[in-house]
């Protein structure tokens, strides 16, 4: 019997395991490794498994700005104390124009959350970055000092392992179900096995719906988004070897620097979203999409 047991091993689980077990015994965490192949695989999934996801303090949202400060704050620390680098402080430059108010209002937390900003026009923003092309009215925002990008996958190894560090125990299994006894609760496991626990917390992100794991309707909508990984090689390599993270305001794009993926090559990951993307909720839909 355990005293809490997490269900999901991805960046948020990965962390509260890690955050439990160093506060107190009896702690489990439920969720299966990275399959080896996705086609061949017939279970859950996870949104980590990627080389590179932007992280900065700017932001015109104040809850994602305080939330995100205090993250950037103990990435050394978990480097440091796993052994697993996963935190690239490369910066951030949001790219502004006339008629969105997006950087003003990242300015804006910025400035509240003591962020390193500085605000640029055009002709600055060409001579610092001169392999952008941009408008003659365009306006930019750097983020220097935290501002950078996370490797996702090394980020929830370098959880995961300080969390058996601390003590807690890791099931390389998915949920299937939950069910509340006179006990606590018990899970069932895709393998047919049982967990028992006092309490449980459910970080299964996109997968919770899909596997009925909440009594509740969390009121989440789940979508699918599609990015763009360019292969870059050869000079365009030191062409961009200083860029940092960005977003391009006009279209609501977000652009990373060439980060080395496990097939040894960089890639630059071009992402965008909307509310027109596809939305699922069941799990043959979930597993067709993270398959294809």
Not at 262 to 269: A, N, R
Request: aromatic share 8%.
């Amino acid at each position: 019997m355990h005293k809490i047991v997490v269900i999901g091993r991805g960046l948020f689980g990965s962390a509260a395991a890690r955050h439990l077990a160093e506060a107190e015994d009896g702690i489990a965490c439920i969720g299966p490794d990275e399959p080896t192949s996705r086609v061949a695989h017939s279970g859950v999934f996870a949104s980590h498994y990627d080389e590179g996801r932007m992280t900065r303090n700017v932001d015109p949202v104040w809850e994602w700005a305080t939330t995100a400060r205090q993250a950037i704050a103990r990435y050394r620390d978990l480097e440091e104390r796993s052994g697993v680098k996963f935190y690239s402080p490369v910066g951030y430059l949001g790219l502004g124009h006339p008629a969105s108010t997006y950087n003003a209002r990242c300015a804006e937390t910025g400035e509240a959350q003591g962020a390193a900003i500085e605000r640029l026009d055009a002709a600055t923003i060409r001579a610092r970055y001169p392999f952008l092309s941009i408008s003659d009215n365009a306006d930019g925002l750097v983020e220097s000092g935290g501002a950078g990008h996370i490797g996702p996958r090394k980020m929830v190894q370098a959880q995961t392992l300080l969390a058996e560090r601390a003590g807690a125990t890791m099931i390389r299994q998915a949920a299937r179900a939950i069910r509340t006894v006179s006990s606590g609760v018990e899970v069932d496991l895709w393998d047919g096995s049982v967990v028992q626990a006092e309490r449980v917390l459910v970080t299964a992100g996109a997968f919770t719906k899909a596997c009925g794991l909440s009594p509740k309707h969390l009121g989440v909508t789940v979508y699918g988004r599609t990015v763009v990984l360019v292969g870059i090689e050869g000079e365009a390599i030191d062409a961009l070897k200083n860029m940092p993270t960005m977003i391009d305001s006009n279209i609501g794009a977000y652009i990373l620097p060439p980060i080395t993926y496990p097939d040894g090559h960089s890639y630059l990951k071009i992402g965008i979203g909307t509310e027109a993307d596809p939305q699922f909720a069941d799990l043959d839909n979930l597993q067709n999409w993270f398959k294809g």
